[in-house]
């Protein structure tokens, strides 16, 4: 099973940019289709963005124009760019790998969930 880590949360003022990664050690980085997710207390986790291993990605509507997924395959690493942040931006983000040709938004179709990284965007 694929291990992966988030890192790079913090705390942001509202209208600021922060970059988080993750890391996932192995040889089949490049095959593997890699997620965020995030979840903001007392609600559920929702789908962020998704980087396909061909390359192409898709984003939620509240995120998109502002958020921004990319991959280093040399690096094992995935990224998300997020701009224009506001507070209810603010959660704990994951990292995850697709696991099954289910839905890309369902989280149930994704594993080896990392620890997450919290975002707080707050003044």
């Known amino acids: 099973q694929v291990q992966v880590a988030e890192y790079g949360g913090g705390l942001v003022q509202p209208g600021g940019s922060l970059r988080i990664s993750c890391a996932a050690p192995?040889?089949?980085?490049?095959?593997?289709?890699m997620a965020w997710f995030r979840q903001a207390p007392g609600k559920e986790r929702e789908f962020v963005a998704i980087s396909w291993s061909g390359g192409s990605s898709s984003h939620a509507d509240s995120v998109k124009g502002r958020f921004t997924i990319s991959r280093d395959n040399a690096k094992n690493t995935v990224y998300l760019q997020m701009n224009s942040l506001k507070p209810e931006d603010t959660a704990v983000y994951y990292c995850a790998v697709k696991i099954n040709s289910g839905t890309y938004y369902n989280p149930a179709n994704f594993g080896s969930w990392g620890q997450g990284t919290q975002v707080t965007v707050s003044s």
């Open positions: 192995g040889r089949t980085f490049y095959s593997l289709g």
